[in-house]
């Protein structure tokens, strides 16, 4: 009896994390979307800490590094760049290396703003960025440490590619 070849799969993780600007005019934005304005990210591009970690899970996963290696935050032709173009970029160069996303989950973990009511629709948008399921949800650091005290952002990313 001949046993299967187990289905190619990889999995990747990634993190990202920003601290809170002191620029009242930005925006905060999560997987594309404008969630807050007066509350944004400090960062060179639009510091879209789910867009940078589901990047990172999925370079992660098929062994790219990870979105500073292809992306540096010292090029200036990135300066305030749409973190969903980038995505888009880092999914096209697993599929170049014959990688296709199942699936992405992330979690956002921040005491401010509260994310409940915008979920489904980051959980959307980056969805159909990188044509796979992606599941977002929210965490509350519940008051403890720099993101208790409402300094910074962080989101953690899994993503299952396949090859065929």
């Given amino acids: 009896m001949e046993i299967p070849s187990p289905p190619k799969l990889r999995i990747g993780n990634g ?9 009242p005019s930005r925006p905060l ?10 509350f944004g990210l400090l960062g ?5 800490v789910v ?13 790219l590094g990870g979105i500073g290696d292809h992306f540096p ?13 980038l995505l888009s970029r880092c999914v096209q160069m697993a599929a170049e290396k014959g ?3 199942i699936n992405a989950d992330v979690t956002v973990i921040a005491q401010q703003p509260h994310l409940s009511g915008f ?6 948008s980056v969805s159909l960025t990188v044509s796979a399921p992606v599941s977002v949800k929210a965490k509350s650091p519940e ?4 993101l208790g005290d409402n300094l910074g952002m962080v989101a953690l990313a899994s993503a299952l590619l396949w090859q065929p």
Avoid: K, Q
């Fill in 44 to 48: 060179h591009s639009d510091a879209d």
């Fill in 73 to 85: 935050d010292d090029d200036p032709s990135l300066e305030g760049a749409n973190s969903l173009m």
């Fill in 51 to 63: 867009c940078h970690a589901v990047s990172d899970a999925v370079l992660g996963a098929v062994g």
């Fill in 99 to 101: 990688w296709y996303l």
């Fill in 143 to 146: 008051r403890i440490g720099s």
């Fill in 15 to 23: 993190f990202d994390i920003h601290p809170v600007s002191n620029d």
């Fill in 119 to 124: 979920l489904v629709e980051i959980s959307s």
């Fill in 29 to 38: 934005i999560l997987g594309g979307v404008e969630v807050s304005s007066g």
